[in-house]
């Protein structure tokens, strides 16, 4: 998401190789892209076991239309079926204009990045605090009818949404909120636009390619709220190379300094703010990453593979990534006592190599 014009579908193209519509000819079309999510350990498993395929972890990015912005002093009017869609999402992806080109004129003349970021923000924030309002309005009228045990819920709901008003009042996100695992649990059902993830993504011309590292940096002091970070790509730059073959896209990275890992980080870090980790299965089949919350145990881990072997969960087979890699197999792992055997409610590392043993 993010403002008109900020580059959010050259930003699609570039992430998923889509050929969506640029420069507003995309009207109100909503874009949809899987990502496979590069990860350098599920390459060297694959160097390793040569399997018959790779299965890598993948990402899912929607691009959506902007929302028409509020006018100083008016709430934000974003249409509901957007605010719908923004809602489903599981962190946001905030693309922020920084690139000057009198070719594409922008809306308010001026290129000011931090302005518009706070503006979008600034939206979100209404959006929810809209919904808070009305909620607690609704709460402190029906909410007193019921039973015990309702009118108790409604309780602690009006108790937690009246902790978070004044800071959205306020202009502040719902995720700097340090909140109770039961307050969150009461919101989630919200889908709260403020409390979700956000990689904040400069979108910074060709002559700005250099001080990226800086302006990041810059941006990153002063947005200073939870469960956020900051990039930059050069999105249309990218996207052009993305169109070229290996060799002349390495002369092109070389000729502009570009490193080449920006777009691999930008895929990284929207996954690692999901909050989910990675455990691998690796075998003469395949080699496949799979994605899991942190805190997943190993039960859950086998029911991403198939409910069968949850259900049938004897035991996993764990070693991490790392130890397999340099003692380079399964057996060389037992021998050395790095293959350990891991109950129900072992909590699952990210590069965890696993194998479970299951009844059927
Ligand atoms: N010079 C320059 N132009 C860019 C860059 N990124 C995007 N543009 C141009 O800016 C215009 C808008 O880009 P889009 O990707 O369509 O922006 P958008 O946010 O999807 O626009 P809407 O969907 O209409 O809100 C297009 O003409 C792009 O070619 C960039 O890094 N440098
Ligand atoms: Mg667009």
């Known amino acids: 998401?993010?403002?008109?014009?900020?580059?959010?579908?050259?930003?699609?193209?570039?992430?998923?190789?889509?050929?969506?519509?640029?420069?507003?000819?995309?009207?109100?079309?909503?874009?949809?892209?899987?990502?496979?999510?590069?990860?350098?350990?599920?390459?060297?498993?694959?160097?390793?076991?040569?399997?018959?395929?790779e299965v890598p972890a993948d990402v899912t990015y929607v691009d959506l239309p902007a929302p028409s912005t509020a006018t100083a002093g008016r709430a934000a009017d974003i249409p509901a079926d957007?605010?719908?869609?923004?809602?489903?999402?599981?962190?946001?992806?905030?693309?922020?204009?920084?690139?000057?080109?009198?070719?594409?004129?922008?809306?308010d003349g001026?290129?000011?990045?931090w302005r518009d970021l706070e503006r979008l923000d600034l939206e979100f924030v209404l959006a929810d605090l809209a919904v808070v309002e009305k909620r607690i309005e609704k709460l402190e009228t029906s909410g007193r009818h019921g039973t015990q045990a309702e009118r108790d819920q409604n309780e602690r709901e009006r108790?937690?949404?009246?902790?978070?008003?004044?800071?959205?009042?306020?202009?502040?996100?719902?995720?700097?909120?340090?909140?109770?695992?039961?307050?969150?649990?009461?919101?989630?059902?919200?889908?709260?636009?403020?409390?979700?993830?956000?990689?904040?993504?400069?979108?910074?011309?060709?002559?700005q390619i250099a001080g990226a590292g800086d302006l990041v940096e810059t941006f990153a002091a002063r947005y200073e709220h939870h469960h956020s970070r900051v990039e930059a790509l050069s999105a249309r730059i990218e996207m052009e190379i993305g169109e070229l073959d290996d060799e002349e896209a390495q002369v092109?990275?070389?000729?502009?300094?570009?490193?080449?890992?920006?777009?691999?980080?930008?895929?990284?870090?929207?996954?690692?703010?999901l909050g989910l980790i990675s455990f691998f299965t690796a075998g003469p089949d395949e080699t496949r990453a799979w994605t899991i919350p942190d805190g997943s145990t190993a039960v859950d881990a086998a029911g991403a593979i198939h409910s069968d072997l949850a259900r049938g969960?004897?035991?996993?087979?764990?070693?991490?990534?790392?130890?397999?890699?340099?003692?380079?197999?399964?057996?060389?792992a037992r021998r050395h006592g790095k293959l350990r055997s891991e109950g129900k409610t072992y909590r699952v590392r990210d590069g965890d190599v696993i194998e479970v043993l299951f009844n059927v």
């Open 1 to 53: 998401m993010g403002l008109a014009g900020s580059g959010k579908t050259t930003v699609f193209n570039t992430l998923t190789r889509g050929h969506a519509e640029t420069g507003g000819f995309g009207g109100l079309t909503v874009n949809t892209g899987v990502v496979k999510v590069p990860d350098d350990r599920l390459t060297a498993l694959t160097r390793l076991f040569k399997p018959k395929r």
């Open 82 to 107: 957007q605010l719908a869609r923004l809602r489903n999402a599981d962190a946001l992806l905030h693309v922020v204009r920084a690139f000057d080109d009198p070719q594409v004129p922008h809306p």
């Open 110 to 113: 001026e290129v000011d990045a």
């Open 159 to 207: 108790q937690v949404l009246t902790r978070v008003r004044p800071a959205l009042a306020d202009g502040r996100p719902i995720r700097d909120h340090q909140l109770g695992d039961d307050e969150s649990l009461i919101l989630r059902g919200f889908r709260f636009l403020t409390e979700k993830p956000v990689l904040v993504l400069l979108n910074v011309g060709e002559s």
């Open 252 to 273: 092109f990275r070389d000729d502009l300094g570009l490193t080449g890992s920006s777009l691999e980080r930008v895929i990284r870090l929207s996954y690692e703010l």
């Open 313 to 332: 969960f004897i035991r996993a087979e764990v070693v991490p990534v790392e130890e397999l890699l340099s003692l380079g197999s399964m057996a060389e």
